[in-house]
């Protein structure tokens, strides 16, 4: 069993694979600085292969008590999305740059078998054809979001036959699914939700291609890494979705409409409020890895539904929308 450091793993994603890692036997810290005020994952945090360290990852001190006899680290902390890194440029580039370039040094000091690096396929950014993109695709970031994504990823491939320890660099197609710590600012959860509540929603940009993955599938792909031999992984780019989950928004929309009957959705062709099309190819994951994506979008869509269903009958909400909006510091 491995002792793994999950940075960022009170987060949407985090949670959820701290669960697997801590369900699969091996001993899980969680480092985080809880930056939207969220609870701990409630499910796990009195289990013995599990500890929170409440932790900055611009703390360089904790963070290197925290790296001692570490087999494996996850990166998935940081301010995630567009939204939140525009309304605090300052603290985005702090933590999105600064941050997490510290965090990569100080794991390239020891000899760590796993380092994985959570990147997003929003580096893609516009795609103009048809195409969908490999992993070799040329990156064209749109925010600064993106943009710190792919400086962080050139830092660690520049450091490739430098250090010791052994990087990987996934990048994720948008999250949907449920987890402890909800986060409703993701479209199809967003979508999902809104429909349900019969909450009139206005989508943009409806014909906008992007790819997307179940939050148990990443934490599948993560333990899979972990399993894997150090030639397949090694300063790797792995795309983490896959190809059946490349939709538009409006696709989305129309899946959502299948389950619930709602004529209050609003398709605005508003060209430049997100201007980010693209599609990806997702086959190296499957070839090289063998991973297949367990989930379709209509899998999330049912499993919310089913979750707001109950939520409602039972008149509270257990899984509480927090989602990425308001920093408590
Ligand atoms: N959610 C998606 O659709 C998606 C898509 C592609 C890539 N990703 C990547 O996956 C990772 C996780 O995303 P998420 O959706 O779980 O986001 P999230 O916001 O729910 O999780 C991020 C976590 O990082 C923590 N954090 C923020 N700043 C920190 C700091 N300075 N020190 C320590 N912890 C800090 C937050 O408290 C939070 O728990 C991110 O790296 C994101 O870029 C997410």
């Not at 949670?15 to 697997?20: D, G, L, P, T």
């Not at 993109?133 to 050139?154: F, G, M, Q, T």
């Amino acid at each position: 069993m491995k002792k793994i450091l999950v940075v960022g793993g009170e987060g949407y994603i985090g949670q959820i694979v701290c669960s697997e890692l801590v369900d699969k036997n091996h001993e899980v810290i969680s480092y985080d600085n809880l930056i939207y005020g969220q609870k701990t994952n409630s499910q796990i945090n009195k289990k013995p292969n599990f500890r929170f360290v409440n932790g900055d990852i611009r703390d360089s001190l904790k963070i290197r008590e925290n790296l001692e006899n570490v087999n494996a680290v996850i990166i998935l902390a940081g301010l995630v999305g567009d939204p939140i890194t525009k309304k605090y440029p300052g603290l985005s580039t702090e933590i999105n740059q600064k941050g997490i370039k510290n965090l990569i040094d100080e794991c390239a000091g020891y000899n760590i078998e796993n380092v994985i690096f959570v990147s997003t396929c929003s580096n893609y950014g516009l795609i103009e054809n048809d195409e969908l993109a490999k992993e070799d695709h040329e990156l064209n970031p749109l925010s600064s979001y993106a943009r710190d994504k792919v400086d962080i990823e050139k830092y660690i491939l520049s450091l490739k036959g430098k250090v010791n320890s052994c990087f990987t660099i996934l990048r994720f197609a948008t999250a949907f699914g449920l987890s402890s710590r909800m986060r409703y600012d993701l479209t199809v959860n967003e979508f999902t939700r809104d429909i349900f509540n019969s909450t009139k929603l206005e989508v943009y940009d409806p014909d906008t291609w992007r790819p997307y993955c179940h939050v148990q599938d990443f934490a599948n792909i993560l333990l899979l890494i972990l399993n894997t031999e150090k030639s397949k992984i090694l300063f790797e780019v792995f795309n983490a979705g896959s190809d059946e989950n490349n939709h538009t928004k409006r696709m989305i929309v129309e899946k959502i409409l299948k389950f619930v009957n709602f004529n209050e959705v609003y398709f605005v062709n508003n060209k430049g409020s997100d201007p980010r099309n693209y599609k990806v190819n997702f086959q190296k994951l499957n070839s090289v890895l063998g991973y297949q994506c367990k989930y379709l979008v209509d899998d999330g869509i049912n499993e919310i539904l089913t979750h707001l269903q109950i939520s409602n009958e039972n008149s509270f909400k257990s899984t509480k929308d927090l989602g990425n909006y308001t920093i408590n510091i």
